[in-house]
């Protein structure tokens, strides 16, 4: 996680909101793994959130997929 916080705070530092929203993503797939249910959700609805605004259409279809496999588990 400690990897995911810094790549998070240089993104946040750059002005580079779609590298953030990927790594949200990420973190919420990685809780998820971790069987943290609810925190990985927030992470990914703050990554769909994001990438909504950016309009990022493969990133939108990532984030669903993410949330649809945390659904499933």
């Known amino acids: 996680?400690?990897?995911y916080q810094k790549a998070l705070e240089a993104y946040q530092e750059g002005k580079r909101p779609k590298g953030e929203a990927k790594v949200?993503?990420?973190i919420g797939?990685?809780?998820?793994n971790l069987g943290q249910y609810p925190t990985a959700f927030?992470?990914?609805?703050k990554s769909l959130?994001?990438?909504?605004?950016?309009r990022d259409d493969r990133l939108i279809v990532?984030?669903?997929f993410s949330?649809?496999?945390?659904?499933s588990t």
């Not at 959130?49 to 950016?54: D, F, G, I, N, R």
Request: aromatic content about 18%; cysteine-free; proline content about 0%.
């Open 29 to 32: 797939k990685t809780y998820r």
């Open 42 to 45: 927030d992470f990914l609805q």
């Open 1 to 3: 996680m400690l990897i």
């Open 62 to 64: 990532d984030n669903y």
């Open 49 to 54: 959130k994001m990438a909504e605004e950016l």
């Open 67 to 71: 949330m649809g496999n945390l659904y």
């Open 24 to 26: 949200y993503n990420n």
